[in-house]
């Protein structure tokens, strides 16, 4: 099974900004597409961004603009690069990791993002 680790969340003022990272490794298969869900204290667990192979990226309309994912070299290491950081991004943020031929996502323990106003 992958494992996935996730470093970087924090606390930061409104406005400023944090990056993600999270690597995957032990993979059996490549990997399809990573990236990131983020889940708010009563609040289900949303989609933020994900990167698929090809280097397609998609975001959620929230943070169009604010937030970059980008791939390493390597295609097993991921970072979110989140600007312009409201208090309302405020949630633990999980990395997951799909690789091909599977049918459920690997999951990493969550980073707390914290942003204050």
């Known amino acids: 099974q992958v494992q996935v680790e996730e470093s970087g969340g924090g606390l930061v003022q409104a406005g400023g900004s944090l990056r993600l990272s999270c690597a995957a490794s032990?993979?059996?298969?490549?990997?399809?597409?990573m990236g990131w869900y983020r889940q708010a204290p009563g609040k289900q667990r949303e989609l933020v961004a994900n990167?698929?192979?090809?280097?397609?990226?998609n975001y959620a309309d929230s943070v169009k603009g604010r937030f970059t994912i980008s791939r390493g070299n390597a295609k097993n290491t991921v970072w979110l690069q989140m600007n312009s950081l409201k208090p309302e991004d405020t949630a633990v943020y999980f990395c997951?990791?799909?690789?091909?031929?599977?049918?459920?996502?690997?999951w990493g323990q969550g980073t707390l993002v914290t942003v204050s106003s």
């Open positions: 997951y990791v799909r690789e091909m031929f599977r049918l459920s996502n690997a």
């Open positions: 032990d993979s059996t298969f490549s990997i399809s597409h």
């Open positions: 990167i698929y192979s090809d280097d397609t990226a």
